[in-house]
């Protein structure tokens, strides 16, 4: 069980015994995972979701999560889109420095984005630490390496979304991406800045 008050489009799934496990993470693919902790490429195995879509009550595991290193106590992270509170989503990088918009209902406050058609990194981005009204957003951190903050011109966090403003193959090759974002004022009805 899950305790959402709708079907999860994101998971994030961790053995909570074993130091040495992924962090697995659902996506929209009943068939697909990725991992939060490497680069790799979106796989297919039928036993981590068992091959079944979220419910409103409840996700499915599969074998990889009942046996050997994996068949302990796990702690797992579900989300879904509610509107003026969070998105989770999908779009497709155009590579090029007029990137694609993203349209998520808000102006998101902290932002993940993952190339999950191909080995890249994942970004975190947020409005806290450039919190000036321009929108521009430079600094991010990747949560599956360990190096320090770094910054680039990423995106722009604008007043229903945001728009990629660089070609990196980690936020806006021409490729397939999976997001999950969180507003700024979460509010359905959110008052200007």
């Known amino acids: 069980a899950h305790g959402l008050s709708a079907a999860p489009e994101f998971i994030i799934l961790k053995s909570r015994s074993s130091s040495d ?13 990725i991992t939060l902790n490497n680069t790799s490429a979106t796989d297919d195995n039928a036993g981590l979701w ?51 918009f993203v349209y998520t209902g808000f102006r998101p406050a902290w932002v993940l984005i993952r190339n999950y058609a191909q080995a890249y990194n994942w970004m975190i981005l947020d409005s806290t630490r450039e919190p000036f009204n321009d929108g521009a957003v430079n600094a991010f951190i990747r949560p599956n390496l360990q190096y320090q903050e770094a910054t680039a011109g990423i995106v722009d966090f604008l007043s229903n979304g945001f728009k990629l403003r660089n070609t990196s193959s980690d936020t806006n090759a021409a490729s397939s991406f999976v997001y999950l974002a969180f507003a700024e004022q979460p509010f359905k009805f959110a008052n200007a800045r």
């Open 21 to 33: 496990t992924n962090w697995w993470i659902y996506y929209g693919d009943n068939t697909d995972y």
């Open 50 to 100: 068992n091959d079944t879509s979220p419910t409103a009550t409840v996700f499915s595991i599969g074998s990889i999560m009942t046996s050997g290193n994996y068949g302990t106590s796990h702690i797992a992270y579900c989300f879904h889109s509610v509107d003026g509170y969070s998105k989770v989503g999908h779009f497709r990088g155009n590579n090029n420095a007029n990137g694609t």
